[in-house]
């Protein structure tokens, strides 16, 4: 069974410059995560879709981040403008459905450098 | 959302047992247990979750106090590949979502 796609694995940008990650994540999993990991700390959740529907994104920083999962399917992270304190992991994660019991499958995430 | 607490770091040798402690005073009714593990440059994998008994899969046991205040993660064998962070999570399986909310956890050194 193939895992969550996650790319690009690696990205450097100057500050003010916008990037996106994709995520594709296992077939027919209908709920997807987006986590932020700065070094030394545990993944942060920005963002949880159920299908394309947004169930959470109390953390998301909306002035500069957005999120969406177009068809229920793939989803994009994008930044604009970075600003220094972005440099982290994005980890991208998705399980069958949001139940409590539920195993959450995780990428090998995108490492953000924000110069 | 519920609190876990665990110590930041442990040492264990190989081929050892290695004992995880968690404590989650402030564990709701409607809290489950789970246990993710992160290796170094990789994103996190689910190791186990519990709710009231105790849980044995291939890679772990769980052991749940009677009060659910504190769980330990029971590594029977520890190996060089167990090297990670492991981290103690409450899920509330009443809460719209459910998500699973990461704390700093614990970083596991194995000896050889």
């Known amino acids: 069974e193939a895992g969550v796609a996650q790319s690009p694995r690696y990205k450097i940008i100057e500050k003010r410059q916008s990037v996106a990650f994709w995520c594709n994540p296992i077939?027919?999993?209908?709920?997807l995560y987006w986590y932020q990991q700065i070094l030394g700390q545990g993944p942060k959740l920005l963002i949880q879709?159920?299908?394309?529907?947004?169930?959470?994104d109390s953390q998301l920083p909306k002035d500069r981040f957005s999120a969406e999962r177009l068809k229920g399917v793939d989803s994009t992270l994008k930044i604009q403008p970075a600003k220094l304190e972005d440099s982290a992991v994005y980890l991208c994660?998705?399980?069958?459905?949001?139940?409590?019991?539920?195993?959450?499958?995780f990428g090998e995430g995108s490492r953000l450098t924000v110069l | 959302d519920a609190k876990t607490t665990q110590p930041n770091s442990m040492e264990s040798n190989e081929e050892e047992p290695v004992h995880l402690p968690c404590n989650h005073s402030?564990?709701?009714?409607?809290?489950?247990i789970h246990w993710y593990r992160q290796l170094p440059s990789q994103g996190p994998e689910y190791v186990i979750h519990g709710l009231t008994s105790n849980v044995n899969n291939r890679m772990a046991s769980l052991a749940i106090a009677e009060d659910r205040k504190s769980s330990t993660l029971i590594l029977h064998r520890a190996t060089l590949r167990d090297a990670a962070v492991y981290y103690c999570i409450l899920r509330d399986y009443m809460e719209y979502g459910n998500k699973l909310v990461f704390g700093a956890g614990t970083i596991l050194r194995v000896k050889s």
């Open positions: 077939s027919g999993h209908a709920t």
């Open positions: 879709f159920q299908n394309n529907g947004v169930v959470d």
């Open positions: 994660a998705s399980s069958l459905e949001g139940r409590a019991t539920g195993e959450l499958f």
């Open positions: 402030t564990i709701s009714g409607t809290d489950y």
